[in-house]
């Protein structure tokens, strides 16, 4: 017997699909340029490289990190969550997301940060991006450059703009069709057993339109699988909705909620389907794989054009800058190996740390004295108000002085460093509860979101305003969401051998906008050239004390209850009746970074001195660099970011390559 084998090296997925030589690689592209080069492979970076090559753009994708995952994380093999805990909401994708981080240096005063990079193909999207709803409709228009609000909306005429819709067909496996279709709500495990019935008696003359032989189908098939002890939760949705109306109205002066509704995920699981296979949960790996494969295809032994070359284990150490443009991104790889690589663009996707990282290894510093804040200009109605504060203080002459010495030296007590920085890293709070359901009947899945404003602090601080006027000018927008079975959207189900009666858990999480903080910052490692990150909680009206704001605390403690008793009124089966309970007796709030949502290095902006890059994501001072991560985002909007990032991807592809 030949042992030798056992230790021989075999094919696997990474050497087949990244088998570029970087020597050549680089070779040809000093003669021939790439067309775009894409730094970063996470949600943004993946997405525009796939989306490039699919519109004939030669793309050179460059990926720090190696080929960990082939899909994301909830759709392979992983540990898993405990669901029983009473801490608070736990998913499989957070333990995977805790093993493989980076940990970030931090400077010694900032606040504790549960975050980090992923570095490998597909980057943080491997463990992250499920939910997947919009930026509410005030946030859009306050703080994003006119022409990015109209083209992520929904528009009558479908070949234009249309890139929210656009990335949620994306995100669920579906090709967009240039007619007016959306991605249809989660149909319960009855409606699909009926829909598909249906659907096949109307092939059937004698059988069609048979009513009653479906209902009998129907019943008996639940009855056979035991679904007639499981609880439907559309119901219960649509009388949580109406009962959120009438709270609405009741509560209109300090809090304002929107309609409730469905929530997307990305993903299109099917898993409940006899014999199918779930296509499980979108991640840019997916995508980057399905374009590197493709490439290698041979059609009649012919090579089909690799429009994508991905190269994995190189890290982009620096651009060399040639007057106005990028001329040479400069790398090196895992076994020390350097090369330089030529393209027309250049596009930064590594996320709002390394990013900015990147620029900084590169000596340069584009990022102006931002004013980030309300206004369609990406920060113009702070920015006035800074011009009208700057103009007081040259009529003051020494008091402008005065508050300058005064402000330097605030900031030095802040940023004892004084090095080159990135300004702007921004998290905004989440803070939630979770419940058990007991005794009513095992209940269905259900993720419901929920668009609102509440008011953060009460009319005796509003300076003779009234009790109106006061309350509307302090409110904070939120994106509550309400999960009931939350862990079933994990493909997996509720444990039997849970705690006796144990039905299922709901969580109840708020997140709240948050404004850019410029106080907080990206810096250099002046020895490892990695990036340092000064983080402080950016939810000064949202949190006081490290603790949720007491106004706010109290009128969505009052919408808690209200929720929670709605669902034990509905959650039975029968002549059971379920009760509900509360596992955190206190509002648990999550860590900032721990679900990968911080953005704001890189402001979009329509004005050079609001931002840093453009409404197309072109750095203001540069014509061929971008950028396409979340640090382009000019607020921590409530919302999830992962489908914005993912339509400005798109948006950006069709601008690169013309085809707007």
Not at 78 to 100: E, M, S
Not at 167 to 178: G, I, P, V, W
Request: aromatic share 6%; charged share 30%.
């Amino acid at each position: 017997m030949n042992t030798s084998r056992a230790t021989t090296s075999h094919k696997s997925i990474s050497c087949l699909l990244f088998d570029a030589d970087p020597k050549r690689v680089a070779q040809k592209s000093e003669q021939d340029p790439f067309d775009v080069i894409v730094i970063g492979s996470g949600m943004g970076g993946g997405v525009l490289a796939h989306s490039l090559s699919d519109k004939k753009q030669k793309v050179l994708l460059l990926e720090r990190g190696d080929l960990l995952f082939t899909t994301h994380a909830l759709n392979t093999t992983r540990p898993h969550a405990d669901l029983c805990t009473k801490t608070g909401p736990t998913q499989d994708n957070d333990i995977v997301y805790g093993l493989l981080k980076e940990e970030l240096r931090l400077t010694d005063n900032s606040d504790a940060w549960s975050g980090g990079p992923l570095y490998c193909v597909g980057g943080r999207s491997n463990a992250w991006g499920l939910y997947i709803p919009r930026i509410d409709h005030k946030t859009l228009d306050e703080y994003f450059p006119p022409d990015v609000v109209a083209d992520l909306r929904d528009n009558k005429d479908p070949k234009k703009g249309n890139y929210y819709k656009r990335a949620e067909f994306l995100m669920h496996n579906k090709n967009y069709k240039e007619e007016h279709s959306v991605v249809s709500e989660p149909l319960s495990a009855s409606e699909r057993l009926e829909k598909k019935l249906r659907k096949a008696l109307e092939n059937n003359k004698d059988l069609a339109g048979d009513k009653q032989l479906v209902d009998n189908l129907i019943a008996a098939i639940n009855k056979h699988d035991g679904k007639d002890l499981t609880v439907d939760v559309k119901p219960i949705a649509d009388k949580l909705k109406q009962a959120l109306k009438e709270f609405s109205s009741r509560n209109s002066t300090s809090l304002n909620l929107e309609e409730l509704h469905w929530a997307l995920l990305g993903a299109q699981f099917s898993s409940q389907d006899r014999y199918e296979f779930p296509q499980g949960a979108f991640s840019s790996t997916d995508r980057i794989l399905e374009t590197v494969f493709r490439s290698h295809q041979n059609t009649d032994n012919k090579m089909k054009p690799p429009y994508l070359t991905a190269l994995h284990n190189t890290l982009a150490i620096e651009l060399v800058l040639d007057e106005d443009e990028i001329s040479t991104v400069k790398t090196v790889s895992a076994s020390g190996l350097q090369q330089d690589f030529k393209g027309k663009k250049i596009v930064l996707c590594a996320g709002t740390i390394d990013s900015p990282a990147l620029l900084l290894r590169s000596g340069i510093e584009v990022q102006p004295q931002l004013n980030q804040g309300k206004g369609k200009e990406g920060g113009n109605a702070e920015g006035e108000k800074a011009k009208g504060k700057e103009k007081e203080g040259k009529e003051g002459g020494e008091k402008k002085k005065e508050n300058k010495e005064q402000e330097e030296k605030e900031t030095q007590e802040r940023d004892p460093l004084r090095v080159p920085k990135y300004t702007g890293v921004t998290d905004h709070n989440i803070y939630g509860f979770r419940f058990t359901i007991k005794g009513g009947g095992k209940v269905e899945a259900a993720k419901l979101q929920l668009e609102g404003e509440v008011c953060a602090r009460g009319a005796s601080q509003a300076g003779g305003k009234s009790a109106n006027d006061s309350e509307k000018e302090n409110r904070i927008p939120f994106l509550l969401n309400v999960c009931i079975n939350a862990h079933s959207f994990l493909a997996r189900e509720f444990d039997d051998n849970s705690e006796e009666g144990e039905d299922g858990v709901c969580t109840l999480t708020y997140e709240f906008r948050a404004p850019i903080n410029n106080g907080n910052y990206v810096a250099l490692d002046v020895y490892t050239g990695e990036p340092i990150l000064h983080i402080k909680n950016s939810g000064e009206e949202t949190v006081e004390g490290g603790k949720l704001n007491p106004s706010i605390e109290r009128q969505l403690s009052e919408l808690n209850i209200y929720i929670e008793e709605i669902i034990r009124r509905n959650v039975q089966t029968g002549d059971k009746k379920a009760q509900l309970t509360r596992d955190n007796q206190v509002w648990k709030a999550a860590g900032l970074g721990c679900v990968a949502h911080e953005i704001g290095t890189l402001p979009m902006s329509k004005e050079p001195e609001n931002g840093v890059v453009d409404s197309n994501l072109k750095f203001h001072k540069f014509s061929n660099l971008y950028a396409c991560d979340m640090s382009v985002l000019p607020v921590s909007a409530p919302a999830n970011p992962s489908l914005t990032l993912v339509a400005l991807a798109l948006r950006l592809a069709d601008h690169l390559s013309g085809k707007e």
